[in-house]
């Protein structure tokens, strides 16, 4: 059984919210998107409107306007979620995920942490750049160049910024702990904390 994690920015009433979250909130629910939640990343961009403006419209274009097909664009944020250990990020996902091509056993053993050993050969280029980008904080040649000849040059500036953004969403996730419903399993281990000396 997991700890329950109590949100730190609890979600804001609709009669609370100010003329300013309230025009971020519409902005956010008008595009692709449609009606999103006011948990999660939105629920969190509403505490500074500003921010969450910017962070959401750079959102939008990473989720529906890139070059990269929804697949690969999807499994590139799967990688993300698992190594940032995001549970709300990997339950909104990981279906869109598999809805977009990205086989069940591919999800399985991303969310083990896992090579994907069964998955697409576009699928493990992203796995390996996002493994040694994660890990190193540089990219080599061999593996920029693997992933070039998919993408081409805007392509990559479009992925890089796919996980740049879903980065950014995991980081905001789980500093202020936005959870998953509490009907959903368990995604991922808690790491251990370090005890304060």
Do not use: N
Request: charged letters at 25%; aromatic letters at 10%; proline letters at 8%.
């Amino acid at each position: 059984m997991a700890k329950k994690v109590t949100p730190r920015l609890p979600v804001i009433a609709d009669e609370d919210l100010t003329a300013r979250q309230r025009q971020l909130l519409d902005a956010m629910r008008s595009g692709p998107r449609g009606d999103v939640p006011k948990s999660g990343p939105f629920g969190i961009y509403l505490y500074s409107p500003d921010t969450g403006d910017l962070v959401q419209a750079l959102g939008g274009h990473c989720r529906h306007k890139t070059v990269l097909p929804p697949r690969l664009s999807e499994f590139a944020i799967l990688c993300t979620a698992r190594w940032w250990r995001a549970p709300y990020e990997w339950h909104v996902h990981a279906p869109i995920a598999e809805r977009a091509g990205v086989k069940p056993q591919t999800i399985k053993d991303i969310r083990a942490g896992r090579v994907p050993k069964t998955a697409a050969k576009d699928e493990r280029a992203i796995h390996d750049f996002v493994t040694e980008l994660y890990k190193t904080k540089r990219v080599g040649e061999r593996t920029y160049k693997r992933l070039h000849a998919l993408f081409g040059d805007a392509g990559m500036v479009d992925f890089v910024a796919i996980l740049g953004y879903y980065g950014l969403v995991a980081m905001m996730l789980d500093v202020f702990q936005a959870m998953p419903p509490a009907d959903a399993p368990v995604y991922f281990k808690e790491p251990a904390r370090r005890k304060r000396r």
